[in-house]
């Protein structure tokens, strides 16, 4: 959850209900899950894919046009439910691994899904394993919470977070987009950006008066998301080089 993130889910079923208990979360949910569907529905016709830290398959199931899917995650509990809803996938596999440890030819991916993974891993380490797996002009979505955010930000200064470099010992809050560029920068082009979702910390009973400033603020800021990016989350869409 945005607002409660530290808080371990005891089953898949809760994790895919979160939006039904916050205004903040139904609001910021509704803003990504369909561009982000999107994204992946278009970019893995007829291509193999990676979703790594796949969760539920909440996105996953978005690549149903795919030549061949691998969904990886390192929670059972969270693949029980990915299993149900791609038991009519017959070109994907579920793998129960450490996102890190996930091995593979090199080379191999068209396209690898990287999004609400990287605040739980070093992310030098997830990146190791994009590389190795991802194609000549593959791409990969990424997507994490920025630091830059008026809630991530708060959240991160309260739990004394390293607001932007690597996670040693432990999960991180939020991370700087310029930071993920950078890791990526070498090896791989960037070919889209986007942010959005410009919220802030509000009790759950008052979510409903901070609605419609969140709308604002997100029309408000929506020329400028690319050169400063305020929303919740960011996403980029690099390229293999």
């Known amino acids: 959850m945005y607002q409660e ?7 898949g079923e809760a994790y895919d209900k979160r939006g ?14 369909p561009f982000l569907k999107n994204k992946i529905a278009n970019l893995s016709i007829s291509n193999k894919v990676v979703d790594l830290g796949c969760g539920t398959g909440e996105y ?11 969904a990886v995650d390192v929670s059972f509990v ?17 793998i129960n691994v450490n996102v890190k440890d996930f091995k593979m030819s090199q080379d191999f991916a068209d396209l690898v899904i990287a999004i609400g993974v990287w605040e739980y ?13 991802t194609k000549n002009r593959g791409r990969v979505i990424v997507v994490f919470p920025n630091i830059y955010n008026d809630l991530n930000w708060m959240r991160s200064f309260i739990k004394m977070s390293p607001c932007g470099g690597s996670p040693e010992g432990g999960k991180q809050i939020a991370l700087k987009p310029n930071y993920i560029r950078k890791i990526f920068k070498k090896d791989f082009k960037l070919l889209e950006s986007a942010s ?3 919220v802030s910390w509000i009790p759950k009973k008052l979510q409903f008066l901070a609605l419609p400033v969140w709308k604002f603020c997100d029309f408000l800021w929506s020329p400028f998301q690319k050169l ?6 960011t996403y980029y869409l690099f390229e293999r080089k």
Request: one cysteine or more.
């Open 60 to 70: 996953t199931q978005a690549a149903k046009n795919a030549k061949k899917i691998y």
């Open 20 to 33: 039904s208990n916050s205004l903040l979360e139904k609001y910021v949910l509704d803003l990504w899950q």
């Open 5 to 11: 993130k530290n808080k371990k889910y005891i089953s």
């Open 196 to 198: 959005f979702g410009v």
């Open 121 to 133: 891993i070093v992310p030098e380490e997830l990146m190791k394993t994009i590389k190795m797996i």
């Open 78 to 94: 969270m693949l029980k439910i990915c299993r149900q809803k791609l038991k009519d996938f017959n070109q994907a596999e579920i």
């Open 228 to 233: 400063l990016p305020l929303g919740v989350n």
